[in-house]
Nanobody, 114 residues
Framework: VQLQASGGGLVQAGGSLRVSCAAS????????MGWYRQAPGKQRELVAD???????KYADSVKGRFAVSGDYTQNTLYLQMNSLKPEDTAVYYC?????????WGKGTQVTVSS
């Protein structure tokens, strides 16, 4: 499975951005998909995860500001990011799990200026 993230960029604090992750196979076949991020000098962390059944988990730091969704007709996962803060600056990675296998896409840079 290949995952291609896109949509990152530079935005001012308080602004919004939507990143996308296009999958080469049906995202419905995945056990779960999610977004992770990694800021310079920090470990990669979970941002949001959506299970096949529809349950969603968010990191406390993004609850109420970010929303993850999937378009099964386009095999694309989205992350809508609102009220962005400088501390949201990171490389955002798309992740998918199917069975015992985990797939990662190349990241997309999100930079929030103060």
């Amino acid at each position: 499975v290949q995952l291609q993230a896109s949509g990152g960029g530079l935005v001012q604090a308080g602004g919004s951005l939507r990143v996308s992750c296009a999958a080469s196979e049906s995202i419905f076949s995945m056990n779960d998909m999610g977004w992770y991020r990694q800021a310079p000098g920090k470990q990669r962390e979970l941002v949001a995860d959506i299970m096949r059944g529809g349950s969603i988990k968010y990191a406390d730091s993004v609850k109420g500001r970010f929303a993850v969704s999937g378009d099964y007709t386009q095999n694309t996962l989205y992350l809508q990011m609102n009220s962005l803060k400088p501390e949201d600056t990171a490389v955002y990675y798309c992740n998918a799990r199917r069975g015992v296998l985990t797939y990662w896409g190349k990241g997309t840079q999100v930079t929030v200026s103060s």
